[in-house]
C-alpha cells in the first residue's frame, strides 16, 4: 500500500536527495521547512550548502506544477508543501503550545493522518519529535536509507580452520584456494585445525576464496613504527599497497589508528616517493564547549584542532639516540612542511579540489556524514590513496550516530571492492591506563 511520508527540516539537511529516496510513495513537506531552509542557507558549513541544494531541487520542481497540489516524481510518488492548518495546531496539548517549527510538523503530520487513506509516517532524525509524534498516536520513524548495522558492521578479518597442507601450499606457491567466500582484500588468518597454534597472516584476492600470504614485516618497521599485533601488521599491509585506493581504519582509542596510516604515509612520500605529498585532514568538530574565535593567523587558530596529528609526528621523529644523550625533541614535521612533502589542513577547504598522485589521511571520520564522505572521496585525482580513519563510538558531531556516519557508511558501501580494503582494530596500545579507561568506562 502507498504511504504518506512528512519529512522533519534535519533529513533534508542530513541528506539533500532525501525527497527521491522513497521509492513511489508520497513525501509531504511543511511549509515551516521551506522557512527553516531559508535560515540554514547562509551557513557555511554543509548544513547550509544542503539547504541550498534542497531550495534549487524544489524551485526546479515548481516549475513542473504547483506545489501545494503535488508534482509526480521520477519512481512513482508525488510531492507536495503542506500548509499548517491552525486549528488543529492549537488542538495540541497545552505543553506543545505555541509556533514552534517542530509542533507545525506535527500538526501537518496529523491532519494528514486525518484526512488520508493510506498510512501516514513522520520522518525525523530528531529523537524528541519522534517522541511526541508517539504520544500523539503518530507512526515515527528515523531516516534510515544511508544506516548500516554498527552492530554487525564488516571487520575486514576473518579466520578460518584448514589442514597443514594447506597453510604449506600458501608459503610455498605463494597462494592457496579456500572454499570458504572471502570478501576482496579482505585480512584472513589460517588455523592448523589439528594444531590451532599453528596459524598463517594471509590477505584475500580479487577472486574468492584465493589468498596471499603476507609479507614479512620490515625488522626496523615503517617509518621506525612497528605492528604490534595482528591487526595493525593487517593494516600496514593495506596501508603499503598502492593498488588499493582507499583503506579504512576503525578502532577505539589508543589502537594506533592515525599513528601507522601517517607512519605509511611518510614512507610512501619521503622514502618510496610514491605519491608527491602527504596530505592530512580532519573536521573541525569540537568535544564539549568550544572556545569560540581563536587568535592568530591561520596556522595559530588550527594548532588546536590539529595537535592530535603533531603528537603522532612527534612519537616517529622523537628522542634520537646519539654517543648515549637523547637529543632534543624536534618538530620533524615542520621540516617535511618546508619540504612541501605534507600539508595538513582542515576539511573546510576541501570542496572543488582536485587531489592528483597524494597520500590523503582523513582523521576523525567518523563525525562526517555520508554525503561529505562522498565529497571527499571525489575529491581523489589519478594515483591518489585516501585513507580515512576514526571511532563509530567517538562521535562528536550531533547530526549523526554509530549507524549512520560517513565512515560506517564507506565500510559496508565498499566491501566488495577490490580497489578498497578496511581493518578494525580492537588491541589498544596507546598505554595500559588508557586501555583499561577504554574498556570499563
Known amino acids: 500500500m502507498k504511504k504518506a511520508f512528512v519529512l522533519d527540516t534535519n533529513v533534508l539537511l542530513h541528506d539533500p536527495n532525501a525527497i527521491f529516496r522513497f521509492e513511489d510513495n508520497d513525501v509531504v513537506l511543511p511549509i515551516t521547512i521551506i522557512e527553516e531552509l531559508d535560515r540554514f542557507k547562509k551557513q557555511p558549513q554543509e548544513t547550509g550548502r544542503n539547504a541550498r541544494q534542497v531550495s534549487r531541487t524544489l524551485d526546479d520542481l515548481r516549475a513542473q506544477g504547483q506545489l501545494t497540489k503535488g508534482i509526480e516524481l521520477p519512481k512513482g510518488g508525488t510531492i507536495r508543501v503542506a500548509l499548517c492548518d491552525r486549528i488543529t495546531l492549537n488542538e495540541l496539548p497545552p505543553e506543545l503550545e505555541g509556533d514552534q517549527a517542530d509542533n507545525a ?3 501537518v503530520a496529523l491532519e494528514l493522518k486525518n484526512q488520508c487513506q493510506c498510512p501516514v509516517a513522520l520522518v525525523s532524525k530528531d529523537t524528541n519529535l519522534r517522541i511526541k509524534a508517539d504520544v500523539l498516536g503518530l507512526a515515527a520513524e528515523d531516516y534510515s536509507t544511508d544506516k548500516v548495522d554498527f552492530e554487525g558492521l564488516y571487520t575486514g578479518m576473518t579466520s578460518v580452520m584448514v589442514g597443514s597442507d594447506t597453510i604449506s601450499q600458501l608459503f610455498q606457491s605463494g597462494q592457496t584456494t579456500l572454499a570458504e567466500k572471502t570478501w576482496p582484500n579482505q585480512a584472513v588468518t589460517l588455523v592448523d585445525s589439528l594444531k590451532p597454534s599453528h596459524t598463517a597472516l594471509a590477505l584475500a584476492g580479487d577472486h574468492t576464496g584465493e589468498v596471499m600470504p603476507l609479507p614479512k614485516f620490515p625488522h626496523n618497521g615503517i617509518s621506525r613504527i612497528r605492528a604490534r599485533n595482528r591487526e595493525q601488521k593487517f593494516a600496514f599491509e593495506l596501508l603499503m599497497r598502492d593498488d588499493i585506493a582507499l583503506v579504512t581504519l576503525v578502532g577505539k582509542a589508543g589502537t594506533g589508528k592515525t599513528l601507522i596510516a601517517i607512519a605509511a604515509g611518510l614512507h610512501k612520500v619521503a622514502d618510496e616517493k610514491n605519491y608527491s605529498r602527504l596530505l592530512i585532514a580532519r573536521p573541525v568538530v569540537p568535544m564539549g564547549r568550544d572556545l569560540g574565535y581563536l587568535p592568530g593567523d591561520i596556522d595559530e587558530k588550527l594548532t588546536p584542532w590539529m595537535q592530535p596529528l603533531y603528537d603522532n609526528f612527534d612519537l616517529i621523529f ?13 618538530r620533524g614535521h615542520e621540516e617535511l612542511m618546508d619540504q612541501g612533502l605534507l600539508q595538513i589542513e582542515p576539511l573546510t577547504y576541501i570542496r572543488g579540489r582536485t587531489i592528483p598522485k597524494q597520500f590523503l589521511i582523513v582523521d576523525e571520520a567518523q563525525n ?4 561529505e564522505v562522498k565529497t571527499i572521496l571525489t575529491r581523489a585525482g589519478e594515483d591518489t590513496k585516501v585513507v580515512l580513519t576514526g571511532d563509530p563510538e567517538q562521535i562528536d558531531n550531533p547530526y549523526v550516530d554509530a549507524a549512520s556516519n560517513g565512515l560506517t557508511y564507506v565500510v559496508e558501501r565498499f566491501k566488495s571492492e577490490s580497489i578498497a580494503g578496511h581493518i578494525t582494530l580492537y588491541q589498544g596500545e596507546r598505554s595500559d591506563l588508557a586501555e583499561r579507561a577504554a ?3
Not at 639516540?321 to 637529543?327: D, F, T, Y
Request: charged residues 10%; neutral net charge; glycine residues 8%.
Open 368 to 371: 562526517l556524514t555520508p554525503h
Open 105 to 107: 510538523i506535527l500538526a
Open 318 to 330: 622523537g628522542t634520537q639516540e646519539a654517543a648515549g644523550q637523547p637529543q632534543h625533541w624536534r
Open 439 to 441: 574498556a570499563l568506562l
